[in-house]
């Protein structure tokens, strides 16, 4: 068995984003117009700003039309649902994606549930959360769906496999039990509550870490031959004064030598969820237009 594979997300994504701007053309011939992404950002949060500019590039380099909407911290509710409101009617608008966390003072549920379910290109409206759910197709959250397609590159088929997802939020976690319950793994969902993590952890084939609290899952934990997905996103001070670096959730360092093979943060799963959020814009203008979505994707 080779031990210590470091999977490349940011080269799979560039080929998948490479695929997604093939069906862009091809849709583009057949409907008269490019697919179009509106991108909703509320506040002024740096990390966020970066995030939606590299989005907006990626969307226009896939041939896609990229539509920005920056609104100030202080918008009230309404407001915000009357732009969502114009989306939902705007025929140039296939997908719909708002920056979360959003202010406080805005009800997030409502602002998801505003949005047309066939539009919700980040999978969180609840009509596409029960469709996956139940196993019907659905547009489906870009990072557990990036992190599936990468486990199946490696992994082909999951059949049986021990699964293991730290995390259990709305947007990462639970759509990832479900997407790996729908390969018939065998899925456990642990989270801040789980009595003896590393135990459980342990047990997996495949560990998805989703929590957020930097290079928390530690090597020792991972049992050997395991395939691991760094979801987590951290920014943590680094040895020069006053920079920061990203780290993932998991003690890449030490777990490498352990594992079958492991995401990398940054160059794993980030990447991965801008491609999936082109690729789930392309299939939403697809089926908005009745046009066969194409293979592969
Ligand atoms: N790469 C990418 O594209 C993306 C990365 N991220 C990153 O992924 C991470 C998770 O994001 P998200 O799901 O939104 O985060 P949330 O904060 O919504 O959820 C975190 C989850 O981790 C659990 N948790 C917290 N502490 C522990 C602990 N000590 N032991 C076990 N479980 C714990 C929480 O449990 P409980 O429910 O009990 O509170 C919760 O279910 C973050 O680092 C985020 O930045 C997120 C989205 C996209
Ligand atoms: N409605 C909504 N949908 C989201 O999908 C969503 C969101 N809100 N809010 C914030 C989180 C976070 N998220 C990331 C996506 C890509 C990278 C990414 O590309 N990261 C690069 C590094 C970038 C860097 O260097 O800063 C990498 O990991 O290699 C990171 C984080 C999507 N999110």
Redesign the pocket.
């Known amino acids: 068995m080779t031990i210590g594979k470091i999977i490349d997300g940011k080269l799979f994504a560039a080929g998948l984003r490479a695929q997604v701007a093939e069906g862009v053309a091809a849709f583009a011939d057949a409907a008269g117009r490019k697919p179009g992404l509106a991108v909703v950002l509320v506040g002024e949060d740096p990390a966020s700003a970066v995030y939606v500019r590299s989005k907006g590039k990626m969307t226009v380099e896939a041939g896609m039309e990229s539509f920005e909407f920056k609104r100030p911290d202080s918008i009230g509710q309404e407001d915000l649902l009357d732009l969502i409101e114009e989306l939902n009617e705007d025929d140039r608008v296939d997908g719909i994606l708002v920056q979360l966390p959003l202010p406080a003072h805005i009800n997030e549920a409502a602002v998801i549930a505003a949005i047309d379910p066939a539009k919700d290109v980040d999978g969180f409206h609840i009509a596409n959360a029960g469709k996956l759910a139940v196993g019907e197709k659905a547009l489906v959250p870009c990072?557990p769906l990036g992190c599936l397609m990468l486990l199946k590159d490696e992994l082909g088929d999951l059949s049986g496999l021990e699964a293991v997802v730290?995390?259990?939020?709305n947007?990462?976690?639970k759509p990832m039990a479900q997407l790996l319950l729908q390969e018939s793994c065998t899925v456990t969902v642990?989270?801040?509550?789980?009595k003896d993590?590393a135990s459980v952890v342990h047990r997996a084939d495949i560990v998805v870490a989703?929590?957020?609290?930097p290079e928390?899952v530690k090597g020792e934990w991972i049992k050997p031959g395991a395939t691991v997905i760094d979801?987590?996103?951290?920014r943590v001070p680094a040895l020069e004064e006053g920079k920061t670096r990203l780290v993932g959730?998991v003690a890449t360092a030490e777990a490498i030598s352990h594992v079958r093979a492991i995401t990398p943060v940054p160059g794993g799963?980030?990447p991965m969820?801008i491609a999936v959020l082109l690729r789930n814009t392309l299939v939403a203008a697809c089926a908005r237009r009745g046009i066969a979505a194409p293979d592969g994707l």
């Open positions: 990072t730290i995390g259990r939020s947007i990462v976690g642990a989270h801040s509550r789980t993590l989703a929590v957020g609290r928390m979801v987590g996103i951290n959730d799963v980030g969820t």
